[in-house]
């Protein structure tokens, strides 16, 4: 069954630095998310993507971070100036369709721990 | 802001035994989602509902949406279902997959 995968599974940097979390979504996918959970909390919605734009961002996705479909098989996010509190496991997630009503579930990656020391 | 709220938060139950797991929202939506997280932290999705009920093996998933309470049911319970559930809301139909998550329920089964 078709997956979607990101890479690194770990990734370690320190306050200032920039990063970048990328994610191969399922091919024929045209909807894709990421989502965010820092340590012992509840997961939290990052930003929405389709057709190379973005179609909805939380109060959470402020100017230092940026998503990316840099060719027809990656999406990428990018944290300009990493902060303590960025330290999460972030998801990528991918689907057919966003409508309800078609039943299009959501394809999470595995995630990337990013730790920010 | 919808409010999504799980009970309980954790559960231990014998190997065969029925679990029942409860999501309650406080604003109406358009779909609600199940998803199972493993022990490493990946996240599956086992349902999305927007009415009634959906079947799939052992887990069963309702929902009603004048109570804005689902239930996520797991028969004949066994260690593999051992894991955190989820549910996650979506508030409106030009919402996306902006989702609202809740906190989970930690389920291990013993055998």
């Known amino acids: 069954e078709p997956e979607v995968t990101q890479t690194p599974s770990h990734q370690v940097t320190q306050m200032g630095q920039e990063v970048i979390l990328r994610c191969v979504p399922i091919?024929?996918?045209?909807?894709f998310y990421w989502y965010r959970q820092i340590l012992g909390q509840k997961v939290e919605f990052l930003v929405s993507?389709?057709?190379?734009?973005?179609?909805?961002k939380s109060e959470i996705f402020d100017d230092q971070f940026s998503v990316e479909r840099p060719d027809g098989s990656n999406f990428t996010l990018k944290i300009r100036s990493t902060k303590l509190e960025d330290s999460a496991m972030y998801f990528c997630?991918?689907?057919?369709?966003?409508?309800?009503?078609?039943?299009?579930?959501?394809?999470f990656g595995n995630g990337t721990r990013l730790t920010v020391t | 802001k919808n409010e999504v709220e799980q009970s309980p938060q954790n559960l231990t139950a014998q190997e065969g035994e029925f679990i029942t797991i409860n999501c309650s929202y406080s604003?109406?939506?358009?779909?609600l989602h199940w998803l199972q997280q493993h022990p490493g932290g990946g996240i599956v999705s086992l349902f999305m509902?927007?009415?009634g009920k959906k079947k799939h093996g052992r887990l069963i998933a309702t929902i009603n949406i004048q109570e804005k309470h689902s239930s996520l049911h797991i028969t004949a319970s066994h260690p593999r279902d051992s894991a955190v559930y989820i549910c996650?809301?979506?508030?409106?139909?030009?919402?996306?997959?902006?989702?609202?998550f809740g906190g989970g329920t930690r389920v291990l089964v013993k055998p």
């Open positions: 996650a809301v979506r508030s409106g139909w030009a919402a996306g997959n902006k989702l609202t």
């Open positions: 997630a991918s689907s057919e369709s966003d409508s309800p009503n078609v039943g299009s579930p959501l394809h």
């Open positions: 993507f389709y057709n190379n734009e973005i179609s909805e």
């Open positions: 091919s024929n996918h045209l909807y």
């Open positions: 604003v109406g939506i358009s779909a």
């Open positions: 509902l927007s009415s």
